[in-house]
T-cell receptor, first 116, second 117 residues
């Protein structure tokens, strides 16, 4: 049962333009969301997160937007750079100590390719 | 501060054998999670340990087991290996859970690439 879904397995964007990666979730108990970036032969690297009390969080070129009513979040990268080419994973968790929501649930990832 | 380390980085085994993978978390981190990554499946959660206790377990057969030691280092074991167990096994560590967002970030090691022949 995939509770976090990334429906686009790949995205191709020209350098300098905006990259928008999307993520949907089904469990309304999730209240913390994260994005990870993964290069081949390396482990995922934490990129940015957002709590459900916010609808936007920004860090440099990266902004995450959360729409709780739609159970949807997106990661915007502006401007996109060739070094951003990687697999991006969306993840979610809940705050309930001792429950299964205390773990992270990952989507299957989106391969972003930024071309010059 | 040193990152998460995993050993070995690469492993080749044959069907029916067993394997043990090791993970050393970031100093001070008490939570260790294990994931299996295969093409097209993303990161599949195996289990999570905190203070030597398994706190969560994913939908994997009993051939997959793990443990955590008092120094927070963790091992996972796969017995009776099958061809389908070939994957990248990732370990991640994080701070103790807090009531808010911070502390949920997991920091990943480079993974162990297991090939079962």
């Amino acid at each position: 049962d995939q509770q976090v879904k990334q429906n686009s397995p790949s995205l191709s964007v020209q350098e300098g333009r905006i990259s928008i990666l999307n993520c949907d979730y089904t469990n309304s108990m999730f209240d913390y969301f994260l994005w990870y970036k993964k290069y081949p032969a390396e482990g995922p690297t934490f990129l940015i997160s957002i709590s459900s009390i916010k609808d936007k969080n920004e860090d440099g070129r990266f902004t995450v937007f959360l729409n709780k009513s739609a159970k949807h979040l997106s990661l915007h990268i502006v401007p996109s750079q060739p070094g951003d080419s990687a697999v991006y994973f969306c993840a979610a968790s809940g705050l309930y100590r001792g429950s299964t929501l205390g773990r992270l649930y990952f989507g299957r990832g989106t391969q972003l390719t930024v071309w010059p | 501060k040193a990152g998460v380390t995993q050993t070995p980085r690469y492993l080749i085994k044959t069907r029916g054998q067993q394997v043990t993978l090791s993970c050393s978390p970031i100093s001070g981190h008490r939570s260790v999670s294990w994931y299996q990554q295969t093409p097209g499946q993303g990161l599949q959660f195996l289990f999570e340990y905190f203070s030597e206790t398994q706190r969560n377990k994913g939908n994997f057969p009993g051939r997959f087991s793990g443990r955590q030691f008092s120094n927070s280092r963790s091992e996972m074991n796969v017995s009776t290996l099958e061809l389908g167990d070939s994957a990248l096994y990732l370990c991640a560590s994080s701070l103790a859970r807090t009531s808010g967002g911070a502390g949920y970030e997991q920091f990943f090691g480079p993974g162990t690439r297991l090939t079962v022949l």
